[in-house]
């Protein structure tokens, strides 16, 4: 099955349908908040709380023997709650680093789990097979009522951040001051935290726990580059993510359903790309243009500076003087030259140049700006 | 002048970790002063003005505004904050960041209105930034930053103000836009309390003044008490001063 193949069969197959559903709806609710964690700087805090639910997975699995979705994601849930209680607590109880206290966790609660997991693959039950795919995440996997938790999830998330908008953009931007004013910031942080959470446990089925953080992360990165403005970045991340977890869906679907996590965070990967390189404001090739251009204004002005410096000593703005006097002038070339000449600040006439009206009306311009500044 | 008392703070200590950064204070501040705390770096100026604000827990001690605990009148309170203390690429604008000054008395999920937009407009204004109201505040000047955090305080309409370092990284012209605002404020019969490092400037600006050096040293009136033995016993050398005017 090829992607052309694919997308024309998700309107009509039932399954395809189901999958790219919950993928774009995942991808929206993970774009909104991922938004909020880039901002807090709690990039880390996602790849911590990911990692950490799987050994909830694994003794849910245990305990239960049951291999459908939603009794492991409340063992991932509960597994991912502890984890980011206890690195709140060693921040808060302890002076460790917020960043010691997330690698100590996400080391520790993974490794654990990885530890589980190779145990449950050692049972000669044959029904553990599958749990893996919480590793790498395979969307192929998504039934309809996964779909409908993430759509109910996503749709409370989306009132709560609507109704708490305010509040949010203060906490994220200034806690301290958001405090003074009689806000509750706990609870507003605890808001925003349980759903990072709850996010990431719906997500850990189609995108895995070792790259979740990734699908939080970078279409907010990524959107961050086009907008100076909070909501629309929070829409923009949305829509990216959303994008990725149907586009990455689709491409793993049509090459032998490759493990779904992977290829989702490349596509997102390659918005961020993009968004780092192109975005218009803030990207590093406008940026680098916007560099050569303002340099190259800049010669072109300290050339005219010196011709206004050459032609002010002289009664006649047009009397002309020969190219040889401006190779004394450090960073002439000849291009600037041509330049001035296209603006029509300058005359050429064979080996000698004379400033016209115009020219020597900006240079003299340039000239108090700069004795002004 | 000086009858009520706006601010007092009683036996305050605070620690970060074991050791106290701020020592069993005890201050009382007047109604309607314009007061520098002068101390200096890692004195705690900045510890002070949280742990009053109750940003930060004290282990010991208590804070009354005008006789009652600062929870019961935060709507009489507005904080400026140091300007280093919040990340200016957050997305967002310079009017925006200034109606978060309504936003207390709007309370939870309220949103605000052409009322609080309209406040905020003319605190813009009254700093000289109205011309940068839809600028992203990143692309502000270290000076036009610090307005924004003022206009966002003098939105709250608040009785006292705590202000951490306004001047810090100002041009003259600024500084002296700033200081008529505050001496404004007092006129207006409001208590203004700020962290100052320049102590030149202190007996031109102030009219109260606070030692402060993990203890206090000294509070009251500038002309009383900015002295060289004063200056000395907070900043440790050898202080002197050229305070004669
Ligand atoms: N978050 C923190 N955790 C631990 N110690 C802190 C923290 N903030 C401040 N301190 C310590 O508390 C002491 C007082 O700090 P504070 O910021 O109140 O000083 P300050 O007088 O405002 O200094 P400055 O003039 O540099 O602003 C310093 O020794 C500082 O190292
Ligand atoms: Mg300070």
């Known amino acids: 099955m090829n992607l052309n193949e694919y997308f024309s069969l998700v309107f009509s197959d039932y399954t395809l349908r189901t999958i790219t559903l919950g993928t774009a709806i995942l991808g929206a609710v993970c774009g909104m908040l991922g938004s909020f964690a880039v901002l807090r700087k709690q990039s880390l805090l996602g790849d911590a709380i990911s990692h950490a639910a799987l050994p909830g997975i694994a003794i849910a699995f245990l305990i239960t023997g049951a291999k459908d979705s939603n009794t492991l994601l409340i063992g991932a849930l509960v597994s991912g709650l502890i984890g980011t209680f206890w690195i709140k607590g060693i921040t808060t109880k302890t002076h460790l680093k917020s960043d010691t206290a997330l690698g100590l966790i996400l080391s520790l609660f993974f490794g654990f789990g ?9 049972q000669p039950n044959a029904n553990q097979a599958g749990l893996d795919k919480y590793l790498f995440g395979q969307a192929a996997t998504l039934v309809e009522s996964d779909v409908w938790l993430m759509a109910i999830v996503t ?48 997500g850990l089925q189609t995108v895995g726990v070792v790259l979740m953080s990734a ?13 100076n403005s909070l909501g629309t970045m929070v829409i923009l991340a949305a829509f990216f993510s959303a994008f990725s977890g149907v586009f990455g869906t689709a491409i793993s679907a049509s090459q032998n359903n490759l493990s779904t996590g992977p290829v989702i965070v490349l596509v997102a990967s390659v918005f961020v790309l993009f968004s780092f390189i192109f975005s218009p404001s803030r990207g590093l090739l406008f940026r680098h243009i916007r560099f050569i251009k303002n340099r190259r204004d800049l010669e072109q002005h300290k050339t005219l500076a010196f011709m206004y410096h050459i032609a002010k000593t002289h009664d ?27 603006k029509n600040y300058v005359e050429l006439d064979g080996n000698m140049w004379s400033l016209t009206e115009e020219g020597f009306k900006t240079a003299s311009n340039l000239y108090n700006q700069q004795n002004n500044e | ?72 009148q935060r709507a009489l309170v507005a904080y400026v904050p140091q300007k280093g203390s919040v990340d200016w690429d957050f997305p967002t604008t310079a009017l925006d ?70 001047f810090q990284g100002v041009d003259a012209t600024t500084e002296i ?66 305070i004669q005017e």
């Open chain 1, 114 to 122: 990885m530890l589980l997991l190779t145990f449950i693959q050692k």
């Open chain 1, 155 to 202: 749709g409370l998330c989306l009132v709560v951040i609507l109704l708490f908008w305010k509040e949010f953009k203060m906490l994220l931007f200034d806690p301290d001051y958001t405090k003074t004013l009689g806000f509750n910031t706990r609870i507003i942080d605890i808001l925003i935290t349980s759903f990072i959470v709850l996010a990431i446990v719906l």
């Open chain 1, 215 to 227: 699908m939080l992360l970078a279409p907010a990165a990524a959107a961050r580059q086009w907008t």
């Open chain 1, 316 to 342: 006649t703005i047009s009397h002309p003087h020969t190219i040889k006097i401006l190779n004394n002038f450090q960073g002439f070339t000849r291009g600037t030259l041509q330049k001035l000449v296209k």
């Open chain 2, 1 to 72: 002048m000086a009858q009520n008392i706006a601010v007092k703070v009683d036996d305050l200590t605070v620690a970060y970790n074991y050791k106290p950064v701020l020592w069993d204070i005890d201050l009382e501040i007047p109604e309607g002063v314009l007061m520098a705390i002068v101390g200096p770096n890692g004195a705690g100026k900045s510890t002070l003005i949280k742990a009053i604000l109750g940003i930060l827990p004290p282990i010991a001690g208590s804070v009354t505004i005008y006789g009652k605990p600062y929870k019961k």
């Open chain 2, 97 to 166: 960041v200034v109606m978060m000054g309504t936003y207390g008395s709007l309370g939870w999920i309220k949103r605000p209105r052409q009322k609080e937009k309209k406040a905020a407009l003319e605190a813009l204004e009254k700093v000289g930034m109205l011309a940068f109201k839809n600028r992203q505040i990143s692309q502000l000047s270290g000076g036009q930053q610090q307005r924004i955090f003022l206009a966002r305080a003098l939105v709250q309409n608040a009785s006292i103000y705590f202000m951490d370092e306004p």
């Open chain 2, 177 to 242: 836009a700033i200081i008529n605002i505050l001496k404004e404020l007092r006129k207006a019969g409001k208590t203004v309390i700020v962290v100052h490092h320049d102590l030149q400037t202190v007996p031109e600006y102030f009219d109260w003044v606070t030692f402060l050096n993990v203890k206090k040293i000294a509070t009251g009136p500038v002309k009383d008490i900015f002295n060289d033995d004063n200056l000395t016993k907070t900043y440790g050398i050898n202080y002197k001063v050229s």
